[in-house]
């Protein structure tokens, strides 16, 4: 083999090994939480190796002072860099609203609420390019999804201008992401 082909192979062995995320099961080199249709996952690792932006506390209308459930919201290293620089969200940047259920109850510190069970996922994915027209899921430079706990690989999304844009319409300006709930993207520390 000569050199430049050799190396050729390398790359190519370099870049499909990128398409694999830590989960291990692969996608296109677009992201790997993505398969060449569109179809999005919640990737596995988001809890142990991505970033946490910042959690939304829903108060409860049954226990005085409680929360009902938190929203934590998650994105990969390097997003709140490449935003702070670029003042918007880089290609291929996903956030993952986690939801979950809580409990309350009298601690040390007080009356105080705490996250318990997942009960599912919100996940939106950047695409700059407008990849994958035609797909109900994609559109207005993010990719849509929502999933229930018992299936993170399989949104049960259908349509996201009727699911989600609704409720995103007060952050439009914001490029759909509600960011003043997630002060590291502002705040230099
Ligand atoms: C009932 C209104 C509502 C609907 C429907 C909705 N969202 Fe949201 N979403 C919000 C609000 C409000 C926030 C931030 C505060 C919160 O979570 O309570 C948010 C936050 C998010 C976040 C965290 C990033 C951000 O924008 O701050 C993601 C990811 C997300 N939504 C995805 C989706 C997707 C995907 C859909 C459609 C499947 C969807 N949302 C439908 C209201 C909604």
């Not at 946490?52 to 938190?70: H, M, N, P, R, Y």
């Not at 969200?89 to 318990?116: M, N, R």
């Not at 109900?136 to 996201?160: H, I, Q, S």
Request: contains cysteine; charged residues 20%.
């Amino acid at each position: 083999m000569n050199k430049p082909k050799a190396l050729s192979v390398i790359i190519s062995v370099v870049v499909a090994l990128a398409a694999f995320d830590a989960d291990g099961s692969g996608s296109n080199v677009f992201s790997p939480y993505v398969n060449e249709a569109g179809k999005i996952r919640v990737p596995k690792n988001y809890r142990t190796g991505w970033t946490f932006l910042g959690t939304w506390s829903i108060a409860s209308d049954k226990v005085e002072g409680g929360a009902a459930g938190f929203h934590n919201v998650y994105t990969q290293p390097g997003t709140i860099e490449a935003y702070r620089k670029a003042g918007k969200f880089p290609d291929g940047a996903v956030l993952v609203k986690e939801l979950l259920k809580t409990k309350t109850g009298p601690l040390t510190t007080g009356k105080v609420s705490w996250g318990d069970e997942v009960e599912g996922w919100f996940v939106m994915v950047k695409d700059n390019q407008g990849r994958f027209k035609g797909n109900p899921l994609w559109g207005d430079g993010w990719g849509w999804a929502l999933f229930k706990a018992d299936n993170p690989m399989e949104t049960v999304t259908t349509d996201y201008k009727a699911e989600c844009l609704p409720c995103h319409l007060p952050v439009q300006q914001n490029d759909w992401v509600y960011t003043y709930g997630y002060p590291a993207l502002k705040t230099k520390r």
